[in-house]
């Protein structure tokens, strides 16, 4: 075979022929798979690491920072198009902003803002009578919390009254509060609100070989530094411990041996549109909550006409995402705000409250106003008048937002659609997504609490964004939840498909309830504990 047919018509060499003999084939290589793979790696497994789309080179990230912050915004990671076409209905949900298909997966984009969920999260129907209980409580994640905090490195202190118990410290110390943060202060502590750091993984100080923030600002969607966290670092990592990583891979179907007991291989397309086979021992799927669903779907076979692990029918089922509300206007002091890009605290207060019973997060934002440069393309005057505009704008801006939880409905949720194709063919993911009215009221709940701080402080309001206005943290959860019984849920509590023993499952698609805190640090505990656990019998 000539080295242009190894390398599946990408044009750099790089054989993409299936390894001969792999003990772990992992689907994705996001946080989810990486960390999977670079554990499994290490404990002497040989993992074979198939990615859908490509390896994007370090040392161009300055470039693809400039592409962004020019006006016009450039997509710095090639999301959208025909490899990840999608259609939905319902309200709305805008996938191709809410995922990267690359080395990396979603991190590569991501904020980086990582919290433990808290206790409430893992048994909401037994303390609540609403959503589902999880198969596994605070407890058995707990010591993956803390060996996903030191793998991500995670910057933050122990000043949150109101965060699930934890001993060890954070590997990296806190940022410090943001000067808005300062302005906000006085107001919350009046209304008796309790402000506290945002656990970030972005480092602080040099950590793992990575450089410390340089406060660029941008770091969502592009860190230049590397002080963000993103899953390349663990990528790295994997193959330095023997794991084999084929970008440009995308699995078209996974296939099952003719009892339809186990999964034998994962099939593959290279751009090029040949198909290869990947046998494995074991298979982790860590495509991300949407491809995750959509796979399992795509690998229906005669003995699985629904879709594979799915003879309880919920995969697809159960989509939900954080919702954002927000509200925010103008002071009259200096704010700093868009200087900086990130932020450095919040208030989990009302994350355990009962009225409403969804749990939600508050959030100081740090990046509140208009972009001069876009502000200036879009104003009606020039010259002098002009800058006394963007003067008066400009750092001038103060707001909150927040996430607030969505509670599983088997409604929403991803489908194929018959009639949309990829660009291999395949019947691209149809998302049906819609509030239920107990959402629209903690979201009312939220823009409340965010008024009476935001008024406090002695902001005209001048926007906010509620039950109609709301959008979708970017956070796919939801659609192979883990539980007990293989009639109601797809994988059990070791992220193990109920009907296939040799595949996992790993990801927020795993979630059966969401919480409101950002997935990632869960997602990576997780995947720690599963690979933890298929590393014992490598
Ligand atoms: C703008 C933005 C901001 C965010 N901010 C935060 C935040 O502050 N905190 C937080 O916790 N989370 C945040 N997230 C979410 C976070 O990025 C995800 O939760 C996380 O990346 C999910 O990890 P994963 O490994 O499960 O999936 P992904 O990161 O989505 O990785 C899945 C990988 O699988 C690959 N893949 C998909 N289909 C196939 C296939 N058929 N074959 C082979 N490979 C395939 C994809 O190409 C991708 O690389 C944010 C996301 C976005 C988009
Ligand atoms: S602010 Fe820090 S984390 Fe964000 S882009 Fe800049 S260096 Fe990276």
């Known amino acids: 075979m000539s080295a242009g047919a190894d390398d599946g018509g990408v044009g750099d060499g790089a054989d993409r022929t299936p390894s001969p003999r792999a003990d772990v084939c992992v689907v994705g290589s996001g946080p989810a798979g990486a960390l999977a793979a670079h554990r499994l790696a290490g404990a002497g497994a040989d993992v074979v690491v198939l990615e859908a789309g490509p390896r994007f080179d370090f040392d161009e990230r300055r470039e693809q920072q400039e592409e962004f912050i020019r006006p016009g915004m450039g997509d710095p990671w090639e999301m959208g198009g025909a490899r990840d076409a999608y259609t939905d209905s319902g309200r709305g949900y805008p996938l191709n902003a809410a995922r990267v298909k690359g080395v990396g997966g979603s991190t590569l984009?991501?904020?980086?803002?990582?919290?433990?969920?808290?206790?409430?999260?893992?048994?909401?129907?037994?303390?609540?009578?609403?959503?589902?209980?999880?198969?596994?409580?605070?407890?058995?994640?707990?010591?993956y919390y803390a060996a996903a905090e030191r793998a991500l490195g995670v910057a933050g202190a122990a000043d949150n009254p109101y965060a699930p118990p934890r001993e060890e410290p954070f590997p990296l110390p806190a940022f410090p509060p943001s000067h808005s943060d300062s302005l906000f202060a006085p107001a919350c502590e009046r209304l008796g609100i309790d402000m506290h750091s945002v656990p970030n993984a972005r480092n602080s100080e040099?950590?793992?070989?990575?450089?410390?923030?340089?406060?660029?600002?941008?770091?969502?969607?592009?860190?230049?530094?590397g002080a963000k966290y993103t899953a390349e670092s663990h990528v790295a990592k994997a193959t330095e411990a023997g794991a084999r990583i084929v970008d440009h891979a995308a699995v078209q179907r996974l296939v099952h041996d003719d009892a339809g007991e186990t999964v034998e291989a994962a099939v593959y397309a290279t751009p090029d549109g040949t198909e290869r086979r990947q046998p494995a021992d074991r298979f982790v799927l860590a495509a991300g909550g949407v491809?995750?669903?959509?796979?399992?779907?795509?690998?229906?076979?005669?003995?699985?006409?629904?879709?594979?692990?799915?003879?309880?029918?919920?995969?697809?089922?159960?989509?939900m995402d954080h919702l954002f509300a927000g509200a925010g206007g103008q002071l009259d002091e200096p704010t700093r705000q868009n200087h900086v890009g990130f932020n450095?605290?919040?208030?989990?207060?009302?994350?355990?409250?009962?009225?409403?019973?969804?749990?939600?997060?508050?959030?100081?934002?740090?990046?509140?106003?208009?972009?001069?440069?876009?502000?200036?393309?879009?104003?009606?005057?020039?010259?002098?008048?002009?800058?006394?505009?963007?003067?008066?704008?400009?750092?001038?801006?103060?707001?909150?937002?927040g996430l607030v939880e969505q509670l599983p409905d088997a409604d929403n949720r991803?489908?194929?659609?018959?009639?949309?194709?990829?660009?291999?063919?395949?019947?691209?993911?149809?998302?049906?997504?819609?509030?239920?009215?107990?959402?629209?009221?903690?979201?009312?709940?939220?823009?409340?609490?965010?008024?009476?701080i935001l008024e406090e402080l002695g902001v005209?309001?001048?926007?906010?964004?509620?039950?109609?206005?709301?959008?979708?943290?970017?956070?796919?959860?939801?659609?192979?939840?883990?539980?007990?019984?293989?009639?109601?849920?797809v994988?059990?509590?070791?992220?193990?498909?109920?009907d296939l023993p040799n595949l996992r499952i790993v990801g927020s698609s795993v979630f059966p309830t969401g919480g409101a805190m950002n997935p990632t640090l869960t997602i990576a505990a997780l995947a720690l504990r599963v690979a933890e656990s298929m590393a014992e019998s490598v």
């Not at 040099?206 to 530094?225: E, F, L, M, V």
């Not at 489908?415 to 149809?430: F, Q």
């Not at 994988?491 to 109920?498: L, S, W, Y």
Request: glycine fraction near 10%; charge should be negative; include cysteine.
């Open 460 to 489: 005209d309001v001048e926007w906010t964004v509620g039950p109609e206005a709301t959008g979708p943290a970017y956070h796919q959860m939801g659609t192979t939840r883990m539980g007990t019984d293989p009639a109601t849920s």
């Open 344 to 401: 450095t605290s919040e208030t989990h207060q009302f994350y355990d409250d009962t009225d409403p019973v969804e749990g939600m997060k508050l959030e100081f934002l740090n990046y509140a106003g208009p972009s001069p440069v876009m502000q200036a393309l879009g104003a009606e005057t020039w010259g002098e008048e002009l800058l006394e505009q963007l003067q008066a704008s400009y750092g001038t801006h103060v707001a909150m937002g």
């Open 291 to 319: 491809e995750n669903a959509r796979l399992l779907l795509l690998s229906a076979s005669e003995l699985y006409p629904d879709g594979l692990a799915n003879s309880s029918g919920a995969v697809g089922r159960f989509f």
């Open 414 to 452: 991803v489908t194929l659609d018959p009639d949309v194709r990829d660009d291999h063919g395949n019947p691209v993911p149809h998302i049906e997504w819609s509030l239920s009215e107990r959402t629209r009221g903690a979201l009312r709940r939220a823009n409340e609490i965010q008024h009476a």
């Open 491 to 498: 994988v059990d509590a070791d992220c193990r498909a109920h």
């Open 206 to 225: 040099p950590y793992d070989g990575r450089a410390s923030c340089q406060g660029y600002g941008t770091c969502k969607p592009i860190c230049p530094s």
């Open 109 to 143: 984009h991501w904020q980086g803002m990582v919290m433990r969920l808290h206790e409430r999260d893992f048994e909401l129907e037994s303390r609540h009578g609403v959503g589902v209980d999880w198969p596994i409580d605070y407890e058995d994640l707990r010591p």
